[in-house]
């Protein structure tokens, strides 16, 4: 018995039944008691194999112990405390755990090119190692390698490809610029084809140009698709110059012992907030000269005379193509912070099982997980985790067959998802990381214990690959789309087809359903899937009216901008309507009838959650008081028996002790949860 936990039944909180197996010959007791310590008695959810629901989450578990049985085997490349390290040592080690992939025979960029859900799953996997090297990966094969693959042609994949993938090559995808960002369509650095010798001439017309942020420049980058406008004498040889906007152009950064070639300045950015293992520059361009060929024309070719062409008869059309190619970047982003988030819950929920403090008079102290302020904070957090993941699965799909088919409709179907997603995901993880710190109390703010540098370093996921605001304005965008697209008689495509149902399907069928209370329509499928629905469709009907009635007399972009909360609540909400279809498809397919109890009960939480959450359901009166009362107990319920199942529901995340690496929330039962944390103090065994 773990003598730190004086109440017995609860020391193998923190047990995989696997683990538990092995050490007592019988399967895991897991919290078998059907009134919790705290004294609210709770019905208890079914005790269910963790391996199994394990298994059920993940159809790769053969990439995952493959990939974390090499760390395993290379414990120097996993630090317990990241923040100790320069920026310098921070930057090597994680060279040095890309080179250990590599040299096992990994090949990302062949995986980012045909196995596109090993290279998404793969990001995942790799957040909770280091998540400095999820992004040096990701900008080495999904920005780097993919222009290259994506934007590029046969004669630019044959030259480069193989080198980038066995880091040979290390490059930049040098779009962002001191003084622009998410408007890449305003970047000012030039590309001017010199016709005599047959060169474009790349320069960095002023300081607010300076390609910034640039991540494998400060140190790594011998290469770099830079994107610049693209400008080509007039065909009307009036010596002016035909602007052709925003195209990428390989150019060469550095010689091969390191040294800037002329006309090339590039400086380090320095100490970061977090991901300082990424080397992040500036670059000044001085009329640096490259082949004509090093235009990566996928989407427009300038021949030997100057003229310029393009399969896309516009340039709005030629720039939406070539930012459209590099959505995967933002499908591998919500893969990685799904994963921090997974890291992230199961740290704060075993610690919560384990950690006890205060406790009836004269009796011991209880689980800090047995208070209902702890399990509100906690179960929605794992819940969301869930409804993350398999909304995950449901864009992998998705992306897929979108590369395979190239359908039109697909394409921006998952640039819409991507986009979302991306948005929410990385926002919700980097609020929920803050609220696992908190949850761990003290202890929580131990850099050992992960949660500081997770957070540190997730916080910029926020902003990189797409502003988070300004991606849900392109789903909002794609939203009225398709509403306007409705009223014209076209049909309804993709994720976003709910719309045609909205009169239908989403309202209430009869006014007593906005004041029913019974926890069998509290907990229906198809009651809280219609009020996700109408939520969304309500917020696009309304935005669609006051946006009519202010362009009138505002102007497109004032009238926009004067809608802009609307806008991005219509897009949340869209993306959680998704998520909770998602998540309800998963508990319906689950084969185990215990594992989806817990599951079903998790996508419950996910959604009331959220009804009860936003004030619009009240006001436009589809909740009446009493009802949200009723949910709000009902959430609370939930939570209760959720905590019975929380540890093992972390455990089927799949994530071992030496890749978690957080003292505080290790799972095997016969280890002491403050053992390793005294340890990591100095204090002897």
Not at 190 to 217: F, M, S
Not at 657 to 662: F, S
Request: proline share 4%.
């Amino acid at each position: 018995m773990n003598s730190a936990n004086p109440s017995g039944e609860r020391g193998h909180v923190a047990c995989s039944p696997k683990d538990w197996q092995e050490h007592n010959g019988h399967a895991a007791p897991f919290f078998q008691t059907n009134e919790c310590s705290a004294g609210i008695a709770h019905k208890q959810l079914p005790r269910f194999d963790s391996v199994i629901m394990e298994h059920y989450l993940c159809d790769m578990t053969g990439l995952r112990d493959e990939v974390y049985g090499l760390f395993r085997a290379h414990p120097e490349l996993l630090v317990a405390e990241e923040e100790g390290m320069s920026k310098e040592e921070h930057r090597e080690l994680v060279r040095n755990c890309l080179r250990m992939l590599l040299n096992e025979g990994y090949s990302p960029l062949s995986f980012f090119s045909r196995d596109f859900k090993k290279y998404f799953y793969l990001a995942e996997l790799l957040s909770l190692v280091d998540l400095s090297l999820t992004v040096k990966m990701g900008v080495q094969y999904s920005l780097w390698g993919g222009s290259i693959v994506n934007l590029g042609t046969e004669k630019h994949r044959r030259q480069y490809f193989d080198a980038i993938d066995r880091f040979k090559l290390p490059g930049c995808f040098a779009m962002t610029e001191l003084r622009h960002g998410s408007n890449v369509a305003g970047l000012q650095t030039e590309a001017v084809l010199d016709l005599d010798t047959d060169e474009w001439v790349i320069h960095t017309p002023d300081d607010g140009a300076i390609k910034w942020w640039i991540g494998n420049a400060a140190e790594d980058g011998k290469m770099a698709t830079v994107f610049a406008r693209l400008k080509v004498p007039s065909s009307a040889a009036t010596g002016t110059l035909d602007d052709y906007g925003v195209h990428a152009i390989v150019v060469p950064l550095r010689d091969d012992h390191g040294a800037c070639l002329p006309g090339v300045e590039i400086h380090d950015c320095g100490y970061k907030v977090g991901l300082n293992g990424v080397d992040n520059g500036a670059i000044r361009f001085t009329r640096v000269r490259v082949p004509r060929e090093n235009l990566l024309d996928r989407f427009a070719t300038v021949d030997r005379s100057g003229r310029y062409s393009s399969p896309l008869p516009s340039q709005a059309k030629r720039f939406a193509a070539t930012l459209g190619e590099l959505t995967g970047g933002r499908v591998g982003l919500t893969f990685a912070s799904i994963g921090v988030l997974k890291g992230a819950v199961t740290i704060a929920v075993r610690y919560s099982a384990q950690r006890q403090q205060f406790g009836p008079p004269h009796g011991a102290e209880i689980s800090i997980l047995d208070y209902p302020s702890q399990q509100l904070k906690l179960m929605p957090m794992l819940a969301t985790a869930y409804a993350m993941h398999f909304t995950r699965e449901v864009l992998i799909e998705k992306y897929v067959e979108m590369k395979r088919t190239k359908d039109d409709v697909l394409i921006a179907d998952v640039h819409s998802l991507s986009a979302g997603l991306k948005a929410y995901t990385t926002n919700y993880t980097n609020n929920a990381l803050s609220i696992a710190r908190e949850s761990c109390g003290g202890h929580g703010y131990a850099s050992v214990n992960r949660l500081g540098a997770l957070r540190s370093d997730h916080d910029i996921f926020q902003t990189f690959e797409g502003d988070n605001t300004v991606l849900l304005q392109q789903v909002a965008a794609l939203l009225l789309k398709e509403y306007k697209d409705q009223f014209a008689g076209s049909p309804v495509h993709a994720t976003w087809s709910y719309l045609k149902q909205m009169a239908a399907d989403s309202l209430p069928t009869n006014p007593l359903v906005s004041h029913a209370t019974e926890p069998s329509h509290l907990r229906n499928t198809g009651f809280l899937k219609r009020a996700l629905r109408y939520r969304t469709a309500r917020l696009l009907h309304t935005l669609a009216a006051r946006l009519h009635k202010h362009t009138k007399k505002l102007g497109q972009f004032v009238a926009w901008n004067k809608c802009l909360l609307h806008v991005l609540a219509l897009s949340k909400a869209h993306i959680e309507s998704i998520m909770l279809d998602a998540f309800m498809k998963a508990v319906q397919e689950c084969p185990d009838p215990d594992c989806r109890k817990s599951l079903k009960a998790m996508a419950d939480v996910f959604a009331l959650d959220r009804i009860h959450a936003d004030i619009m359901f009240r006001n436009d009166d589809y909740i009446a008081p009493e009802k949200a009362k009723a949910i709000m107990k009902m959430i609370e319920k939930l939570c209760g028996e959720l905590r019975g199942v929380a540890v093992p529901l972390c455990n089927a995340f799949g994530i071992p002790d030496h890749i978690l690496r957080a003292p505080i929330a290790l799972s095997t039962i016969h280890h002491d949860p403050y053992g390793d944390y005294l340890h990591a103090a100095g204090f002897d065994d």
